[in-house]
């Protein structure tokens, strides 16, 4: 689906891509370091607020806001990878491909479903079998939201702020969303948390689907 349907003006959006032939393009902490280096250098020229992100060995999660639209947010991704595909091939002695697809960039509706993009990035290396728990896992903002680790490159989401009156309150609450019994859901790959067009409720993605169908144009909300 064309991007200009899923990113709009303050839209929130997962956003993930997967390396050409699933090489570990992030397999070393520098490699890894250097993505999110990147997008802290150059998300506030493009008007990102990243509200999550866990970096995987193959691919990254980042859950953003475009505040400036789809075409600073093309702009930015756009820089991010290059910038890494160049540094990376200097590092490696080689040249091609570094990102091997079209990021997917899903459009989330509402709070509900931000708060379950973002466990869903935070649970990448438990659902992979590299760690236990998702706070044992140093390449997210698990650690962030659940901890009070500071991170710089992290604007706190609103669904985390209503979480509680106060950080002790917002942490507490935040770890507990991770309770066995509510991230069951979460520990299956979800093609509806990451290549589906819309995160929402089934009534809400409908309308989204419908609305481009008659118009052409993105839907109005």
């Not at 064309?2 to 303050?10: K, Q």
């Not at 370091?33 to 493009?46: I, N």
């Not at 999550?52 to 991704?77: K, L, N, R």
């Not at 760690?131 to 997210?140: C, E, I, N, P």
């Given at each position: 689906m064309?991007?200009?349907?899923?990113?709009?003006?303050?839209s929130i959006n997962h956003?993930?891509?997967?390396?050409?032939?699933?090489?570990h393009v992030f397999a070393s902490d520098g490699e890894k370091?250097?993505?999110?280096?990147?997008?802290?250098?150059?998300?506030?020229?493009?008007g990102i607020l990243v509200l999550?992100?866990?970096?995987?060995?193959?691919?990254?999660?980042?859950?953003?806001?475009?505040?400036?639209?789809?075409?600073?947010?093309?702009?930015?991704?756009r820089v991010v990878n290059h910038s890494y595909a160049r540094w990376y091939n200097a590092q490696h002695g080689r040249r091609g491909q570094v990102v091997m697809e079209r990021l997917s960039s899903p459009r989330i509706q509402d709070d509900r479903h931000l708060l379950n993009a973002m466990r869903y990035g935070d649970l990448n290396p438990v659902r992979a079998g590299l760690?236990?728990?998702?706070?044992?896992?140093?390449?997210?903002s698990h650690a962030h939201y659940a901890l009070g680790v500071p991170d710089e490159l992290i604007d706190d989401a609103a669904a985390f702020l209503a979480l509680g009156r106060n950080p002790v309150e917002?942490?507490?609450?935040?770890?507990?969303l991770f309770a066995i019994p509510l991230t069951s859901s979460l520990l299956v790959k979800?093609?509806?948390l990451v290549s589906a067009p819309f995160i929402g409720d089934p009534d809400w993605v409908s309308s989204c689907r419908t609305a481009i169908a008659r118009s052409g144009v993105p839907p109005p909300f």
């Open positions: 064309a991007r200009r349907y899923l990113v709009r003006e303050n956003c993930t891509w997967r390396s050409h032939n699933q090489e370091e250097k993505l999110l280096s990147l997008m802290k250098a150059h998300k506030e020229r493009y999550s992100y866990c970096v995987m060995g193959t691919h990254p999660h980042v859950v953003c806001i475009a505040t400036d639209g789809q075409e600073a947010f093309s702009s930015f991704w760690v236990r728990s998702a706070k044992d896992w140093r390449w997210s917002r942490r507490i609450a935040y770890r507990h979800r093609r509806d």
